[in-house]
């Protein structure tokens, strides 16, 4: 049996093992390390065993990744989720569409806080949707610009997921978030043009609400103002290169705490139940790192990987026909499967194809350009039918709206998801503009 037999062979047993509902890290590791122990013997893997998780987790760079985890956590305890679309709606919720387009603003600007799709995704699901049916809001499209609101927290720089890209592929992590800003906000702003055509084709989905006094806009501004700041300081300081990633995601957690406190919007019990989500959350990441890790020794083993590229080279296929080909099964993968796991799943085989490519760019803008490409198609994926992920968060909290009215309400946010797509593989400038400009 050929090593690339035995590599597809491993990737059939571990989805079905997944679908047997086992944990994503523990199918990875499981078949992973049968098939290293099968390739080098029980000894070998064992000794492989027994110094790989250290010099895994040793890493200084993945202590960014439990901070931002931690960041997220003090902000969504606190209620901050709350006080940004208040804000935002005071803001603009009198214009025709205007608590659509807050919740989008409110998303936007919680995903630079956040970071997690799922966890804005149901914060905003609790605090902001049953504001949006309240006021009349069709509930199909309430639910649906919640839901792909929370694909922001994917791509808005910091995003954990972004991080991990950068470990697994050893590219540098102020450049992709560098790379994502311009992508990310391109997304929010699509989002709010969808909403304002939805609400001039429709306008009694989107009923306008009476516009608050200046003073009362201002007043709900001011209660966010630091809130704002802290976004500003950690992605700003990033980008200007006072700090590192992770001393901005440790100065970003104490800044969250500390004002979660002055708000008095945090007592002990809800710190201890933010540090008890971040060890939960990091402890499953971590998890799947090390079950990636095991499963890529074995498919570097099985030569799949370099076999791929070198089968792909050969066809002498247009390089943007292959890369949208990949992209376009991410879009149906991600339909089924967790994103961090698909990421870590795929990398080890997609990466070594993707900058094997002539697209006339430098190698690591190629793999910087590809970072944002899979984290955009995998915002899509996460509210794309039949299984999009933020759908069924929403489906679980609204439980009187069906999937259906969900999806159909998200429809037109993926439509625009694709051009955004469209326009960031024709146009690489859109990601590495930045990049260039400021490294």
Known sequence: MSGNAIALAGFAGMLALIAMRMPVGLAMLVVGGLGYAGFTGVPVFLNYLKTTPYYLFSNYTLSVIPLFVLMGAFAEKSGLSTGLFRAMAALVGHRRGGMGMAVIGACTAFGAICGS??????????????????L?????????????????????????????????????????????????????????????????????????????????????????????????????????????????????????????????ALDWRRIRLALQQTAETCGMIFMILLGAEVFNGFLA??????????????????????????????????????????????????????????????????????????????????????????????????RNIPVGAIYRGVIPFVLADILRLSLCVAFPALSLWLVRVLS
């Open 117 to 134: 799709s799922v966890a804005t995704t149901a914060t905003f699901g609790r605090t902001a949707l049953p504001e949006l049916v309240k």
């Open 136 to 264: 009349r809001y069709a509930p199909g499209i309430a639910a649906g610009t919640v839901a792909v609101g929370g694909t922001l927290g994917v791509l808005i720089p910091p995003s954990v997921i972004l991080v991990v890209y950068a470990i697994s592929t050893e590219q540098n992590i102020v450049k992709l978030f560098m790379a994502a800003l311009i992508p990310g906000l391109m997304a929010a702003f699509f989002y709010l043009v969808v909403i304002a055509i939805m609400a001039r084709r429709n306008p009694d989905s989107m009923p306008v609400q009476p516009a608050l006094p200046w003073r009362a806009r201002l007043s709900a501004l001011a209660s966010v103002w630091p809130s704002l700041l802290i976004a500003v300081l950690v992605v700003g300081g990033i980008y200007g290169g006072i700090f590192t990633p992770t001393e901005a995601a440790a100065i970003g957690a104490i800044a969250v705490l500390a004002d979660g406190l002055m708000r008095r």
């Open 301 to 398: 083993l099985t030569q799949l990987p370099a076999n791929a590229a070198e089968w792909i080279g050969a066809l002498g296929l247009s390089p943007y026909f292959v890369l949208i080909s990949l992209l376009a099964f991410y879009i149906l993968l991600g339909a089924v499967m967790d994103e961090l796991a698909m990421i870590l799943l795929t990398l080890p085989v997609f990466f070594p194809i993707v900058t094997s490519l002539d697209f006339g760019m430098f190698p690591d803008e190629v793999a910087i350009w590809f970072g944002i490409l899979v984290l955009i198609v995998v915002g899509i994926g996460l509210v794309a039918p039949p299984i999009g992920l933020n759908v069924f968060v929403i489906a679980a909290i609204a």
